[in-house]
């Protein structure tokens, strides 16, 4: 979920080219979010005729890839600007875009069939809120997909982890353990729980990725050619190193599936 930030603002020309990023090369070429988002969406498994919450939406970009298949998509994100721009820019009646904050949620119980959140819920203040809310609106049987920033690789240090935590807003990082206990507390059962960018070569290719994202905005020709070689034969040659450290312990990022 963005934050509002003013025009103009640092954090507000971030976002910007992130939108811009991702138009230009989506969500299967950002090769931090490329594995995650296909996990996510198979997992999701959308089905025609159902309801599903997509928390922390953004530009709309993957509750129009959920809509495709013929489920009913409830999009929210507490950032105007980027619900304006999914509103224009996604055509299809059958999702609608509410800016709304998850804390405030206010959907009937048991109204979805599935929820659905990408790398949102480590910045909510307070995250067992939110998880509380998501719960009850779920129908029993519902699904919640997940994924969650959780930064365990041993080779990362505290100070990258604070680098993380302010240069994206984060206020928690997950591990299999944490998140797992939480659900707990509202009635959900963990079905699957994995974490993905484990390797060492993910973590080489992050932190290039981070020093991507700290250019300044006048370099943004540099960032988009980085961001096309991440996007191609580096997404290609991390799959082949994420493929022999299937089952790791530890990664830059949690994926969850979750049943009521």
């Not at 990082?173 to 659900?183: N, Q």
Request: aromatic share 8%.
């Amino acid at each position: 979920m963005e934050r509002a930030f003013p025009s103009g603002s640092l954090q507000h020309l971030k976002i910007k080219f992130s939108a811009l990023r991702l138009s230009l090369f989506g969500s299967h070429r950002n090769f931090r979010r490329a594995d995650e988002c296909q996990t996510l969406l198979r997992w999701l498994n959308p089905q025609p005729g159902e309801k599903i919450l997509d928390v922390g939406c953004g530009e709309g970009y993957l509750s129009e890839k959920i809509a495709s298949h013929g489920a009913t998509v409830k999009a929210i994100d507490l950032n105007p600007k980027a619900i304006a721009s999914a509103r224009k820019r996604v055509r299809n009646e059958m999702v609608e875009f509410r800016e709304l904050d998850a804390a405030e949620l206010d959907y009937p119980e048991a109204f979805f069939d599935k929820i659905v959140s990408f790398c949102v819920i480590e910045h909510f203040p307070d995250d067992e809120k939110v998880l509380s809310l998501l719960a009850r609106m779920l129908k029993p049987g519902g699904r919640l997909v997940f994924s969650a920033d959780s930064l365990s690789n041993p080779g990362l240090t505290e100070k990258e982890r604070e680098q993380h935590r302010r240069r994206y807003a984060v206020n928690t990082f997950y591990t299999k353990e944490k998140i797992v206990e939480k659900l707990q507390k509202f009635g959900l059962k963990t079905e699957r729980c994995r974490y993905v960018l484990t390797s060492r070569l993910a973590l080489a290719l992050t932190r290039f990725s981070w020093k991507l994202d700290d250019l300044p905005p006048v370099l943004i020709p540099l960032r988009l050619a980085g961001y096309a070689v991440l996007g191609t034969a580096g997404l290609l040659v991390l799959r082949l190193a994420e493929r022999r450290a299937a089952e790791s312990k530890h990664g830059l990022t949690l994926l969850v599936e979750a049943s009521k």
